[in-house]
């Protein structure tokens, strides 16, 4: 089969497409002739060697890619036979494998892929998708809120734009450029606003009109992550999931204590240890792509093309979820 070969950990560069044996599942396994393939900023993190969290680093040569979705081709021991010709999407957890043709998979990790997504959708919600929706468990938004989104027009934040406009809240979207900040109008934004223009929260202000922000899902950190930071009344919700930039907001709980803000993060133990755990997001997550409450935004590369894809992530040139098709 033809895979995605990191032999050595740096640029994306060091991404190949290479001819490498197929898989066969073990016990317990499927094997998935994959249709799509998830790329997320963790793979990039491993790719550059980097160690990100709980993430550990992989054993080279190593193919990259947690998410993954197709048809079950093969099987293995203790494995319902019925299983074969079933289309499915997994997320592979710490593993890695995905960017390939064929992927090896826990069968525990399995979930239906709804008869109307397709396959880039559902990598989109298996992994994204998910993690959108234990987000907005914390933050808890509802019609009274005024609700700022950073990165408004990434995988996460397109989705989030979505749910806070469905709740009835007043939607700020952040991104970068004139492209995302259309896409981002697209997603149903009552305000969407260029933070890479040098006075952005100053027109978040002036378009707000004295009312202040409620809610802040975050997820750039920086000076933007602090500009957003900025824009929350007393006794508001920043809710904290990363940080693009490079860095977090700088003295986030100093400053957070003395203008009253309440600081949280959905992501960890919290999502893990939830009631039915993160793999009951995921179906959830599909299930409302399915019903067409939830719409992924998604840019697509071919397979072959993973360091281009790598490439117009870190630069952040995509609008929402980026996904490889074989």
Same mark, same amino acid.
């Given at each position: 089969? #033809?895979?995605? %070969?990191?032999?050595?950990?740096?640029?994306?560069?060091? *991404? #190949?497409?290479?001819?490498? &044996? $197929?898989?066969?599942?073990?016990?317990?396994?499927?094997?998935?002739?994959?249709?799509? !393939?998830?790329?997320?900023?963790?793979?990039?993190?491993?790719?550059?060697?980097?160690?990100? =969290?709980?993430?550990?680093?992989? @054993?080279?040569?190593? $193919?990259?890619? %947690?998410?993954?979705?197709?048809?079950? /081709?093969?099987?293995?021991?203790?494995?319902?036979?019925?299983?074969? =010709? %079933?289309?499915?999407? !997994?997320?592979?957890?710490?593993?890695?494998?995905?960017?390939?043709?064929?992927?090896?998979?826990? /069968?525990?990790?399995?979930?239906?892929?709804?008869?109307?997504?397709?396959?880039?959708?559902?990598?989109?919600?298996?992994?994204?998708?998910?993690?959108?929706?234990?987000?907005?468990?914390?933050?808890?938004?509802?019609?009274?809120?005024?609700?700022?989104?950073?990165?408004?027009?990434? =995988?996460?934040?397109?989705?989030?734009?979505?749910?806070?406009? #469905?709740?009835?809240?007043?939607?700020?979207?952040?991104?970068?450029?004139?492209?995302?900040?259309?896409?981002?109008?697209?997603?149903?934004?009552?305000?969407?606003?260029?933070?890479?223009?040098?006075?952005?929260?100053?027109?978040?202000?002036?378009?707000?009109?004295?009312?202040?922000?409620?809610?802040?899902?975050?997820?750039?950190?920086?000076?933007?992550?602090? @500009?957003?930071? /900025?824009? *929350?009344? %007393?006794?508001?919700?920043?809710?904290?999931?990363?940080?693009?930039?490079?860095?977090?907001?700088?003295?986030?709980?100093?400053?957070?204590?003395?203008? @009253?803000?309440?600081?949280?993060?959905?992501?960890?133990?919290?999502? $893990?240890?939830?009631?039915?755990?993160?793999?009951? *997001?995921?179906?959830?997550?599909?299930?409302?792509?399915?019903?067409?409450? *939830?719409?992924?935004?998604?840019? $697509?590369?071919?397979?072959?093309?993973?360091?281009? &894809?790598?490439?117009?992530?870190? &630069?952040?040139?995509?609008?929402?979820?980026?996904?490889?098709?074989?």
């Amino acid at each position: 089969m #033809r895979a995605i %070969r990191l032999n050595e950990f740096g640029p994306a560069e060091n *991404l #190949r497409y290479e001819e490498v &044996a $197929t898989p066969q599942p073990g016990p317990g396994e499927v094997r998935i002739a994959v249709a799509a !393939a998830g790329v997320h900023l963790v793979d990039v993190m491993l790719r550059s060697g980097e160690v990100m =969290g709980p993430f550990p680093q992989p @054993d080279l040569p190593a $193919t990259l890619g %947690r998410e993954v979705a197709g048809t079950v /081709d093969a099987v293995g021991a203790g494995v319902d036979p019925t299983l074969v =010709g %079933r289309r499915v999407v !997994a997320h592979l957890g710490n593993g890695n494998g995905g960017y390939a043709e064929f992927a090896i998979i826990d /069968d525990q990790a399995l979930l239906e892929l709804p008869h109307a997504l397709s396959a880039e959708v559902a990598v989109a919600m298996v992994g994204t998708g998910r993690t959108a929706l234990g987000i907005l468990e914390v933050a808890a938004i509802t019609a009274e809120d005024i609700v700022l989104i950073t990165a408004a027009a990434g =995988g996460l934040g397109t989705l989030l734009v979505q749910a806070a406009r #469905r709740v009835g809240a007043v939607v700020v979207g952040a991104a970068g450029g004139a492209a995302k900040v259309e896409a981002v109008r697209g997603s149903g934004a009552d305000l969407a606003v260029d933070y890479t223009a040098a006075d952005w929260a100053g027109r978040v202000r002036e378009e707000l009109a004295g009312r202040s922000v409620t809610v802040v899902l975050e997820s750039v950190g920086g000076e933007i992550g602090r @500009d957003a930071l /900025d824009l *929350l009344g %007393r006794g508001g919700r920043l809710v904290t999931f990363g940080w693009s930039s490079g860095t977090p907001i700088a003295d986030l709980a100093e400053v957070a204590a003395a203008a @009253d803000v309440t600081v949280e993060n959905p992501l960890g133990p919290r999502m $893990t240890n939830r009631p039915g755990g993160i793999k009951a *997001l995921a179906e959830t997550a599909l299930a409302a792509a399915a019903a067409g409450e *939830l719409r992924p935004a998604v840019t $697509t590369f071919a397979l072959s093309d993973a360091a281009d &894809a790598h490439t117009a992530l870190t &630069a952040r040139k995509t609008v929402g979820k980026v996904v490889l098709l074989p």
